[in-house]
């Protein structure tokens, strides 16, 4: 499968923990942008890479997420002392920079529940 | 950040056409049309996407108002697998996407 992975699928956490997700972009893709959604509701841009620089954050990112690209290949985002309110679905996507509009390609998501 | 307004839901019968709209009044020139579809606990899909002219390809149909200030996705021929939520974005200045809340629709036997 050469699709958008992300990994784990699902995490269980306690409040105050940290947790890290793994996103595999599609090979070639030199763009990678990372996703959060809730219940009911559409995905919200958290923030992007054109290859390993991080070039756009949006004001959801608190101080406590980090994210990172350093090859410019895979990604990981780390949310640091986890909050119930951070519970969600993760999104991570894929897309080569290309004139015109670009097409994004999902992975499956990570489910957080922050207990 | 660029807005659309879509209905909450539809309802359509199997095997008939369904269209969907999207109404996206503030559109600058040069801001693309895109609509993607989200299947339950799945990551959203490319449906497509256009900018002034209408689009078809395998999956659906796109046609654009000549203002485009709205749009309209058509699928031919609904089937169950069509059931998702189905979000038109406009492709703001820089390169977020702003997904809104969708349309739920609902594919009837």
């Known amino acids: 499968d050469t699709g958008v992975s992300q990994d784990p699928r699902h995490k269980i956490t306690k409040r105050g923990q940290n947790v890290t997700f793994r996103c595999d972009p599609i090979?070639?893709?030199?763009?990678l942008y990372w996703y959060r959604q809730t219940l009911g509701q559409g995905p919200e841009f958290l923030t992007y890479f054109q290859n390993e620089a991080q070039l756009e954050k949006s004001r959801l990112l608190s101080d406590r997420f980090s994210a990172e690209r350093p090859k410019g290949s895979f990604s990981t985002l780390e949310i640091q002392r986890t909050e119930q309110g951070d519970s969600a679905m993760y999104l991570c996507?894929?897309?080569?920079?290309?004139?015109?509009?670009?097409?994004?390609?999902f992975g499956p998501g990570t489910r957080l529940l922050v207990l | 950040d660029a807005k659309t307004t879509q209905p909450n839901s539809m309802e359509s019968n199997e095997e008939e056409p369904v269209h969907l709209p999207c109404n996206h009044s503030?559109?600058?020139?040069?801001?693309?049309i895109h609509w993607y579809r989200q299947l339950p606990s799945q990551g959203p899909e490319y449906v497509i996407h256009?900018?002034?002219s209408n689009v078809n390809n395998r999956m659906a149909s796109l046609a654009i108002a000549e203002d485009r200030k709205s749009s309209t996705l058509i699928l031919h021929r609904a089937t169950l697998r069509d059931a998702a939520v189905y979000y038109c974005i406009l492709r703001a200045t820089g390169n977020q996407f702003y997904f809104g809340t969708g349309t739920s629709l609902t594919v009837i036997p």
């Open positions: 996507a894929s897309s080569l920079n290309r004139a015109g509009g670009e097409t994004q390609y």
């Open positions: 503030t559109i600058s020139g040069t801001d693309y």
């Open positions: 090979s070639e893709h030199n763009r």
């Open positions: 256009g900018l002034t």
